[in-house]
């Protein structure tokens, strides 16, 4: 898992309720990122960060909001989860300082919005 | 914008057949390319890449050459097992950013 972890793994939550997921890293990489995964659709990128408080959206990111106060969290936030949030969320680090190198990923979080 | 397009799955083969999973992308500039594998109940994991035009990753008896003038970057394995159950993302990420692009994904299924 490359030092990695995402929790929860897994989670059910009712529609307009808010929910955050933590992506922690054991190791002071630069950049990190969270993507979700549906069938069809591949990994498609909601927000990425390069640094403490800097972030910048993905080709997905409305709905969620993300949070990095600490090098080693980044959080994404749910702020009113809706059924189509129903997906996997992944996290993943790039260990280049300037993010272009392959990503490893965490084993991932399996959202259910009923 | 950067697109990676792969075969539809699933694919399905028998143990010690050839194997080929087709990505073609759209990218400006000189992207490196990149086959990840998922695995039940995992995250990706990187299996191989290639930085430049004509390069070959390999890894796991996998193999993708970079084919600029194609714009592909095809997966092959000559001889799959069981155990290369799983799914394979193509991706890219272009020389001015920093952000990866996935393909859809193609399951393969392998049997005994």
């Known amino acids: 898992d490359a030092g990695i972890t995402q929790s929860p793994r897994h989670k059910v939550t009712e529609t307009g309720t808010p929910v955050t997921l933590r992506c922690h890293q054991t190791e002071n990489h630069r950049y990190m990122y969270w993507y979700r995964q549906d069938p069809g659709h591949g990994l498609r990128l909601i927000h990425y960060?390069?640094?403490?408080?800097?972030?910048d959206k993905g080709e997905v990111s409305d709905g969620y909001s993300v949070s990095r106060s600490k090098t080693e969290d980044f959080l994404l936030t749910l702020e009113s989860a809706t059924s189509s949030q129903t997906s996997v969320y992944f996290c993943?680090?790039?260990?280049?300082?300037?993010?272009?190198?392959?990503?490893?990923f965490g084993n991932g979080t399996r959202l259910t919005v009923t | 914008g950067n697109s990676v397009t792969q075969m539809e799955g699933p694919v399905t083969l028998s143990e010690e057949a050839f194997l080929t999973i087709n990505c073609t992308y759209t990218a400006t500039g000189y992207p490196s390319l990149f086959w990840y594998v998922q695995y039940p109940g995992e995250g990706l994991q990187l299996l191989l890449k290639?930085?430049?035009?004509?390069d070959k990753g390999s890894n796991k008896g996998f193999e993708a050459t970079y084919r600029k003038e194609t714009t592909s970057f095809h997966l092959e394995k000559g001889s799959v097992q069981v155990s290369d159950s799983a799914v394979y993302f193509c991706a890219l990420i272009n020389n001015a950013g920093n952000m990866l692009t996935f393909g859809g994904g193609t399951r393969l299924m392998v049997k005994p």
């Open positions: 960060s390069y640094g403490v408080k800097d972030t």
């Open positions: 993943a680090i790039s260990w280049s300082d300037d993010g272009n190198s392959p990503l490893h």
């Open positions: 290639a930085t430049k035009a004509d």
